[in-house]
């Protein structure tokens, strides 16, 4: 049996979870259909999506290895959607230190993550993405943490199920607003968790900062 030490317990516990601190988060994205909605350059990403809606469901499955689920099936897609749209095709952190593109578009997509991955394409963001499984294969260094300010993809880590935590959410949008009308963001913090950091530190927090 491993002997515990428990000297820094009391310390420990002083401080809170990080899911304290943070008013929303999720884990990342899933496609289940990577090979496809995702892709290294915008182009071949455009032109798999362009072709979608030009080819038969046989053509697509047998060029593209496109597979059907209950959930998800290719003509049922294509009646929900009639063309390619350049305004779905976004940035996404893939892996570490790789950028892909992905078509994101929820109907192409498995588990989109629309309630989190939104505050990361209505405007400039950063978010702190934490590995759960630091020391499943046995390392005592904590390693997987990251930040990201584009859509994250569920297995960004080899051991995957990464939480993203935005430090900025944006309200949502409607058709009345004007597009000149710029949309307020507001911090991704319990207030009462930054004043508690804020009296420890001794600072005084101003608005965004």
Do not use: C
């Not at 304290?20 to 995702?38: A, C, E, H, K, P």
């Not at 455009?46 to 290895?65: A, W």
Request: hydrophobic residues 35%.
């Amino acid at each position: 049996m491993v002997q515990k030490d428990f000297k820094l317990e009391g310390k420990y516990r002083n401080g809170f979870s990080v899911n304290n601190l943070f008013t929303l988060n999720n884990v990342g994205i899933v496609t289940s259909r990577d090979s496809f909605v995702i892709g290294e350059t915008k182009e071949e990403l455009e032109e798999r999506i362009r072709n979608f809606f030009l080819l038969e469901k046989s053509e697509l499955q047998r060029i593209y290895g496109l597979k059907e689920n209950k959930k998800w099936k290719i003509n049922e897609v294509k009646s929900l959607r009639n063309s390619y749209n350049p305004d779905f095709i976004k940035e996404v952190s893939y892996r570490p230190l790789d950028k892909r593109y992905i078509y994101y578009d929820t109907v192409f997509i498995e588990r989109s993550r629309t309630d989190l991955m939104q505050h990361f394409i209505k405007g400039e963001n950063v978010g702190l993405a934490i590995g759960r499984q630091g020391q499943v294969i046995g390392t005592e260094n904590w390693d997987i943490v990251s930040i990201t300010n584009k859509i994250m993809d569920f297995n960004y880590y080899r051991r995957g199920g990464e939480l993203v935590f935005p430090l900025y959410l944006y309200p949502e949008t409607n058709e009345q607003q004007s597009l000149e009308q710029p949309l307020v963001r507001t911090p991704n913090l319990d207030p009462q968790r930054v004043e508690q950091i804020a009296t420890g530190l001794g600072l005084e927090i101003l608005g965004e900062e």
